[in-house]
């Protein structure tokens, strides 16, 4: 018993896997056949992993030891079948869709079909070139039992099919590169259809905008439905029912005022409509020539077509020369019209300068105008302020003098309208605290009574306002009422 499972540990991939990588024949690896390293070791990581970690029933494998004894000591188990599991939608969408098996409709995972590897899942495939098992297809025993040898190149089925899809979408871009051979006739016929039709839409356009621009041109609406709607107005009234003005209108309808209306709008309607009608047809005509002279020409420069490589002398010189003959096709034509728009030019060109000199005539005469505007305007508003001011003063006076003639009913003292000759002249006079009374000066005083006392400061009262102030002046010293002061 325990040299069975020492035999069968030894198949362990931990314990035989070996380092070295397969060669060909010649001894250098194939790089084609082979992922880089990284990739490698990463899946043999993955598949020693997988393959110590399964469980038996759930589909993962079991160590060789761990399946001797369960063989041992359990043969109605290790004799049991178990039946392939249905794979579930969530399980579905996390598997590639190539690494699963249908059977009557039913997705289902892929099992070991060999007897003694207890159904485990096919979950590896080998790439190593010059493998010589049955099958590349295995579960983890089977990679124990024949490709233990070259364990290093297994690779995961489902890393195999997404590593596929990856190389089928490099070939499939890599292919679309390639160039086919063009089926240019096809498309140069395939072209001119398309070209007719735009050719024939276009035409139908410039159809229909000929025809609308020729009625929006020569629509008129005449005034005589006015005039007839007031003749029928007129007509439906009883005359004994009419308005004065609605009489007089129809004895001037009987003496023939709206018939000479009539026959006016008659005449110039015709007229108006004749000149219409002859500019359409001359622009017409006009219009007509050029399109067919636009389509010829486009017609004989376009209808051959050199195969020369652009690289060389000769198409530079074929270039050249169609674009010559163009250009001398354009200056044939546009020629007299040419002339034409220069002198149009020359016209405008004087109109204009005849329209700027009169323009700075008229700027010259408004500015001029403006200017005396403006200085009537300044001495207006002169003579108004200058009038406020009056109006001003003479109301300050009023004011002034009625104030003052309320004073004079309760003014204590004499008053003086004039200045005396004694002093300097002021207006104000200066009221003497001996006697409290006021005097124009000391000398007007006198020593009658007493003689008059000089003090410092002094009171005055002005002989306009009248009023009364200190002054820190002595009283005989001549002093000016400021507000009063012209």
């Not at 409509?273 to 004989?300: A, F, G, P, R």
């Not at 003090?455 to 009283?475: A, D, F, G």
């Amino acid at each position: 018993m325990k040299k069975q499972s020492a035999k069968y540990s030894k198949t362990e991939p931990s314990a035989r896997r070996s380092n070295k990588s397969p060669t060909n024949p010649n001894g250098n690896p194939k790089p084609e056949d082979l992922l880089t390293q990284s990739i490698v070791n990463q899946e043999l990581l993955k598949t020693q992993q997988s393959f110590r970690s399964s469980t038996g029933p759930q589909g993962q494998t079991p160590s060789i030891s761990s399946k001797v004894t369960q063989s041992v000591t359990s043969p109605v188990r290790n004799s049991q079948k178990r039946p392939s599991q249905i794979i579930s939608k969530q399980q579905l969408q996390n598997m590639h869709e190539r690494s699963i098996i249908k059977v009557l409709g039913m997705s289902m995972e892929a099992v070991c079909p060999k007897k003694n590897h207890e159904k485990n899942k096919m979950l590896y495939i080998c790439q190593y070139g010059d493998c010589k098992a049955d099958s590349r297809l295995g579960c983890s025993y089977c990679l124990v039992e024949s490709h233990n040898d070259h364990s290093s190149q297994i690779m995961e089925v489902q890393t195999f099919c997404k590593i596929f899809d990856d190389r089928k979408k490099q070939f499939k871009n890599m292919s679309d590169t390639i160039l086919q051979v063009p089926d240019k006739t096809a498309q140069v016929s395939q072209f001119f259809e398309q070209l007719r039709d735009q050719i024939f839409d276009r035409l139908k356009q410039i159809e229909r905008n000929i025809l609308q621009s020729i009625q929006e041109q020569l629509a008129w609406k005449p005034l005589q439905k006015e005039i007839i709607n007031r003749v029928e107005i007129l007509s439906s009234k009883l005359v004994f029912d009419m308005t004065y003005e609605e009489l007089k209108e129809s004895l001037e309808f009987i003496q023939g005022k709206h018939f000479k209306e009539l026959e006016y709008i008659k005449q110039e309607t015709n007229n108006y409509l004749s000149q219409k009608i002859s500019l359409v047809e001359h622009i017409w005509n006009d219009y007509k020539i050029q399109l067919e002279t636009d389509i010829t020409n486009q017609l004989n420069d376009y209808n051959k077509v050199m195969f020369v490589d652009p690289q060389s002398k000769e198409f530079a010189e074929y270039k050249m020369q169609f674009f010559q003959q163009k250009q001398l096709k354009v200056n044939e034509l546009s020629q007299p019209f040419q002339q034409q728009l220069e002198m149009f030019k020359e016209e405008e060109r004087k109109a204009e300068e005849k329209k700027q000199e009169e323009i700075r005539i008229q700027q010259q005469i408004e500015q001029r105008k403006k200017e005396e505007e403006i200085k009537k305007e300044k001495e207006r508003q002169k003579q108004i302020q200058e009038q406020i001011i009056k109006q001003k003063e003479s109301q300050k006076n009023s004011e002034r003098q009625s104030e003052r003639d309320k004073l004079l009913k309760t003014f204590p003292y004499k008053l003086y309208t004039e200045d005396c000759s004694h002093r300097t002249k002021c207006n104000t006079i200066p009221i003497f605290q001996c006697c409290n009374k006021a005097y124009p000066c000391s000398q007007c005083h006198g020593f009658a009574a007493h003689p008059p006392r000089i003090q410092v400061p002094s009171y005055r009262y002005c002989m306009k306002c009248l009023e009364i102030y200190l002054v820190m002046y002595p009283t005989n010293q001549a002093i000016n009422c400021l507000k009063c002061q012209k």
